[in-house]
């Protein structure tokens, strides 16, 4: 291969690094600026809620947003001097209308209109009216919280305030502890780790173009996922490729003669791997919510980064540095070939051994962790959005205990004037509405709008159930709409739902022809698949059990599933392309068996550095306080450790072994030239 040839030489090498370089610094010079932030930013197109959204800017009260601010005397009724201390509360925040007294006498709601504007100027209001409320003096006992909608999109905001230092600080600790362990020399490690970091922060310079496509700003969400996998998938590919290069040195004394072989050798799993990466990723672009389209792309653009940084720039980095990079263990010519020994030779002998009985066994395993999702509930409600305790949850809980639970986020109705009447007498027969609003015209005097307030906070099942009364029952009324936090909470899993039916099977089909292309074959493909899609269920249930009983998390956030399963499968495959395609260059010249024994034996140790790695990696977005990545990482985590032990290291070479050549199917592998089929690696 002439690439490999090229970027090994010792002027190419430099170009490429001085090449790499420039343009490392062009995307830090050429970043563009984010999109401002929309308020329809992450709503699906055409649903009600973000038709509202869109027509709230024709009411006078659309132009503003409302925090309310709750007070509360626990344990008895308000006293003379907690009103006086509200009603110097509301003097400082400019509060028109009086304070909403509970019926239990033990609370006291102020709503304060806020300038409508973006999240930053949104999120600079509530900060503000917190710091005002919290400077009043008021009696001992009397607490003070500023909630609502505006309340609650600050917390979200201000989770991801510092988020891609603290990521990015984890992340590198994580890789490098693991790259230390892994390659057990004080220098080896840093090479990748500084490649791989450069790759990321060119992928952080080059996501404002794809939010400028997108339309959308990328969120701290997307870029702290999209971080996490650009350093994920670019370890996986430097560890494949330096174990490689060390195979090679020991049979060449030439280094770039050596790195040239192990490009030849390790680029074309590489390369498959991240193309079906990519490719799965992409199927996100058929998804409804903005959000997922946007991940989808980012993700995406960060993995072709990745590979490139792997393929071009990590090689060329290491033929300029001498063997002795690799000390203390340095490979020398002539040196045993891991293969021959050790842990994994002895692995990949015990399931040449007994086949059968370590495929019942893993396959009983794997059905046990799929038990797991029996009682997974999916769908969390704006209070369960956060693992630390965010003031905008304690006021809703707050405001819950004395008020209806769905007065912090109301449901708002748009209609045209004309029905105004009647749309209200219908809001008030719905089952689970506490309060309807009174109505507003707009400012052509064409629509009215009112908010409905829920018995139930928004997210749960009772406030989807009320949302769908309401449109049901307003269904008739010309330009009715039902929009409101509660609705597009309803939407946005209306929309997650058919996203997975249409992304999923995308997923599936995608890697299936990537790996028919790869291998030339069809049986191997769908078993591979069906292994990985086993792998998920397995995973997705055990870490249900683990996040239900240890972590406390009630429910899967709704994007969860989808997110899950498409970066287990993606990147599951990576771990069963890496063995299949070294199984099938070993089964050239030792058949199918002694290939797929060789295969495991070899790759054995680096898969599940890079498996040990890419879970860790992942788990590191527990470090955000925001529960929906904590989800995926711990999913991701425990999918890539089950893929990594059961499904690579036993069941997909148990089936090779019974399958035999049929396992290439209609492929044909050529027979060994010299070795007794019933020889074993030794492992001694």
């Known amino acids: 291969m002439r690439i490999a040839t090229a970027i090994t030489g010792r002027l ?122 919290a400077a009043v003096q008021r009696p001992e006992g009397l607490t003070v919280l500023v909630t609502g909608g505006p309340a609650f999109a600050r917390d979200i905001s201000a989770a991801f305030e510092g988020a891609d230092f603290t990521l990015l600080a984890a992340t590198a600790i994580v890789v490098a502890v693991l790259l230390l362990v892994t390659y057990r020399s004080p220098i080896l490690w840093l090479v990748p780790l500084a490649v791989i970091g450069t790759a990321d922060q060119v992928v952080a310079k080059l996501l404002p173009w794809v939010a400028k496509v997108a339309g959308q700003p990328t969120e701290g969400q997307v870029s702290g996922i999209v971080s996490v996998l650009v350093f994920g998938a670019g370890t996986d590919y430097a560890l494949l490729l330096i174990a490689r290069y060390r195979e090679e040195l020991r049979r060449t004394d030439s280094r770039r003669g050596a790195m040239a072989a192990a490009l030849r050798g390790a680029a074309p799993a590489v390369v498959g791997s991240a193309t079906t990466v990519v490719l799965a990723l992409l199927t996100l672009l058929f998804a409804v919510l903005t959000t997922n389209r946007t991940l989808g792309a980012a993700a995406a653009l960060g993995v072709v980064v990745a590979l490139a940084f792997g393929l071009v720039v990590l090689p060329a980095a290491l033929v300029c540095l001498p063997r002795g990079v690799f000390w203390p263990f340095v490979p020398h010519v002539g040196s045993d070939e891991p293969a021959h020994s050790g842990l994994w030779a002895r692995v990949a002998a015990g399931v040449q051994r007994r086949p059968r009985i370590v495929l019942a066994a893993a396959v009983l395993l794997l059905a046990g962790l799929a038990a797991g999702l029996a009682g997974t509930k999916i769908g969390l409600s704006q209070t369960e959005q956060f693992r ?100 597009a909470d309803l939407d946005e899993r209306d929309a997650n739902l058919r996203d997975d039916f249409v992304v999923v099977p995308l997923v599936l089909a995608v890697v299936l022809l990537v790996l028919v292309l790869l291998l030339r074959s069809l049986v191997a493909p769908l078993l591979l698949l069906f292994t990985v899609v086993v792998s998920f269920a397995a995973s997705l249930g055990a870490a249900s059990l683990v996040l239900r009983h240890l972590l406390d998390i009630p429910a899967l956030g709704t994007a969860v599933p989808l997110l899950a399963f498409l970066f287990l499968v993606a990147l599951g495959v990576d771990y069963n392309i890496f063995l299949a395609t070294r199984a099938r260059e070993e089964a050239t010249h030792l058949g199918t068996r002694e290939g797929m024994v060789r295969a495991l034996a070899t790759t054995g140790g680096v898969i599940t550095s890079a498996g040990i790695l890419l879970a860790a990696v992942f788990a590191v977005l527990g470090v955000l306080p925001v529960i929906v990545l904590t989800q995926i990482g711990v999913i991701v985590g425990i999918g890539v450790v089950v893929d990594t032990l059961i499904v690579r290291t036993i069941v997909v070479p148990a089936l090779a072994l019974l399958l035999g050549d049929a396992f290439w199917w209609p492929a044909r592998v050529a027979a060994p030239q010299s070795v007794d089929s019933r020889d074993q690696i030794s492992v001694s």
Not at 32 to 60: C, H, I, M, N, Y
Not at 72 to 83: H, I, M, Q, W
Request: hydrophobic share 45%; glycine share 10%; net charge negative.
């Open 388 to 487: 630390t305790q965010v003031e905008s949850v304690t006021g809703a809980e707050t405001l819950a205990r004395h008020y209806p639970a769905g007065a912090a986020q109301p449901v708002t109705v748009i209609v045209n004037a004309p029905s105004a009447d009647r749309a209200v007498a219908v809001a008030h027969g719905v089952a689970g509405v506490a309060k309807v609003g009174d109505p507003e015209r707009s400012d052509d005097g064409t629509l009215v709008t009112f908010d409905v307030d829920l018995t139930s906070g928004s997210g749960t099942a009772a406030a989807d159930r009320t949302v769908k009364d309401l449109r049901t029952g307003l269904a008739g009324l010309p330009g009715a709409l039902v929009g409101g936090d509660p609705a």
């Open 12 to 133: 190419g090498a430099i170009i490429v690094l001085l090449v790499a370089a420039g343009l490392t610094a062009l995307a830090f010079v050429t970043s563009p600026e984010q999109p401002a932030a929309q308020a329809t930013d992450g709503l699906p197109a055409g649903k009600q809620s973000t038709r509202v959204t869109e027509l709230e800017d024709r009411f006078p009260s659309g132009r503003t947003q409302t925090a309310l601010v709750v007070f509360e005397r626990a344990g008895g009724p308000l006293t003379e001097d907690d009103r006086k201390a509200v009603d110097r509360a509301r003097e400082a925040v400019h509060a028109q209308a009086p304070a909403a007294p509970s019926d239990d006498k033990q609370a006291l709601l102020v709503a304060v209109p806020l300038k409508a504007g973006g999240i930053e100027q949104v999120a600079g209001e509530v900060e503000r009216l917190r710091a005002t409320v």
